[in-house]
């Protein structure tokens, strides 16, 4: 199930519905007022709070394929879903569903998660590497092993965030933790302590002070020491 906190009544709700769950581990709070809860790679969950509805947006809606990645908003309020098959783009206020099937970005295998840096570039992480659309999405840069990454063809980047002073930081399958100066064209790997076995990266975090939070899927967390 899923629970809704409310801060000013002081309640927990729990949001159940009749369909099929394996259990949300993203949401992403849409300026439409719509909550997309991806449902384990199943597809999505989709939640109106004002209408008190759920529906899911699977493959037999028009999705294109399952092992389904958090959804992700734009600057231009585009919702993005990476699927085994390839992106989803959905235009809320236009109505539109467009569907990139797999190879449309030439070389592009499983695409998993997206984000959007400062210069309005979109990096799309997925099997293998990393894709970069520019801010007007007409060219596309890559990024892999050949910039860097100790990734094979088979893991996948599982992570991308920007910190406030603009470095990129990449998460990947395989337990790997990187940071990029796009300005001076450095990649950094950092080591995780006591991590014996490939693991899944997830959620980066800046606090206060500057420093960088990550957490793993098999549990527990990590400061990074940037010295």
């Known amino acids: 199930g899923t629970l809704l906190i409310d801060r000013k009544a002081n309640l927990i709700y729990e949001i159940s519905s009749k369909f099929e769950s394996r259990g949300h581990f993203e949401v992403l709070d849409a300026t439409n007022g719509l909550f997309w809860l991806d449902n384990a790679g199943l597809g999505y ?3 109106d709070l004002e209408e008190n509805s759920i529906r899911q947006f699977e493959p037999e809606h028009g999705l ?7 959804a992700y908003q734009d600057k231009d309020g585009l919702i993005w879903m990476g699927t085994m098959n390839g992106i989803n783009i959905i235009d809320v206020k236009a109505g539109t569903n467009v569907r990139m099937a797999k190879g449309t970005i ?11 840096d400062d210069q309005g570039s979109l990096w799309i992480g997925g099997k ?3 894709f970069i659309l520019n801010s007007s999405k007409k060219s596309v840069l890559s990024f892999s092993s050949d910039n860097g990454l100790d990734l094979n063809e088979e893991e996948y980047v599982s992570e991308i965030y920007q910190d406030r002073a603009g470095k990129i930081w990449i998460a990947t399958q ?12 450095i990649l950094e790997k950092f080591k995780l302590n006591d991590v014996k076995d490939k693991q899944w990266i997830f959620n980066f ?16 967390a990590y400061k990074i020491d940037r010295n």
């Open 45 to 47: 969950d989709i939640i």
């Open 64 to 70: 294109l394929g399952e092992f389904t990645g958090p």
């Open 106 to 116: 030439p070389g592009t295998e499983e695409l998993f998660t997206f984000s959007t």
């Open 128 to 130: 293998g590497s990393i």
């Open 174 to 185: 395989n337990s790997g933790v990187y940071s990029y100066d796009a300005d001076q064209g």
């Open 205 to 220: 975090f800046e606090d206060m002070h500057g420093d960088i939070w990550v957490g793993r899927a098999q549990g527990g």
